[in-house]
């Protein structure tokens, strides 16, 4: 079937409002990753999901960021009140089980920009 | 962290073989090492992974010491659609901040 899919692809908000960013994973993959690339840098983790629980948040960068999967295959990612550092590329990967050794599966991400 | 060290960039004449080393000296024993690529505006795709010795697939081989401090992605012959980024990851599964991808290595494939 088809790959991970995000939407929107491009994000321009400005600073202070409230952005959702959407992952779609590969059918029957119970596990899914959000990453944050920022220029020149490699992908930031952020959070994994087994199923609809948050198995690792260790990486979500404070309390304006939070990520639900309520029924275990689409997510959002939730910015609160953004600012301008929020800026990047926001990678979302998915991959069957999840756990070590697998291959994690990425879209094409979205990118946003806070003015 | 699961830190790992890649030459920042590295550049390459069509046709040749290109080695890339990434160091990771506090891998564990379960981790295993995972390389991914990544094109401008793509997200990044998996090459290939291993957990010791030599690995090799239809695209790339890996190369790893009996020690695992260190692994070497050897990719046969580059052309001109292998310029992209790739990265180096130790796949901790079992901690916190498990997926860490690091800078990457730019490769540039020369005509």
């Known amino acids: 079937g088809a790959g991970v899919s995000q939407t929107p692809s491009n994000k321009v908000t400005e600073k202070g409002k409230y952005v959702e960013l959407r992952c779609d994973p590969i059918s029957g993959h119970t596990a899914l990753y959000w990453y944050r690339q920022s220029l020149g840098q490699g992908p930031e983790f952020l959070i994994y999901?087994?199923?609809?629980?948050?198995?690792?948040d260790s990486g979500l960068p404070n309390d304006r960021f939070f990520a639900v999967r309520p029924e275990g295959s689409v997510s959002t990612l939730k910015i609160q009140r953004t600012e301008r550092g929020d800026s990047a590329v926001y990678l979302c990967a998915s991959s069957l089980r999840g756990g070590i050794g697998e291959t994690q599966y990425f879209g094409p991400g979205t990118r946003l920009l806070v003015l | 962290l699961a830190k790992t060290t890649q030459p920042i960039s590295m550049d390459s004449y069509e046709g040749q073989e290109v080695n890339i080393t990434c160091s990771h000296n506090?891998?564990?024993?379960?981790?295993?090492i995972t390389w991914y690529q990544q094109f401008p505006s793509q997200g990044p795709r998996f090459i290939i992974q291993?957990?010791?010795t030599k690995v090799t697939n239809e695209v790339a081989s890996l190369f790893i010491p009996a020690d695992r401090k260190s692994s070497t992605l050897s990719l046969p012959r580059v052309s001109l659609s292998d310029t992209a980024v790739y990265y180096c990851l130790v796949d901790k599964s079992n901690t916190g901040n498990q997926f860490y991808f690091g800078t990457g290595t730019s490769l540039t494939v020369i005509p």
């Open positions: 291993g957990y010791k």
């Open positions: 999901f087994q199923g609809t629980g948050a198995a690792d």
């Open positions: 506090n891998i564990a024993t379960n981790d295993y």
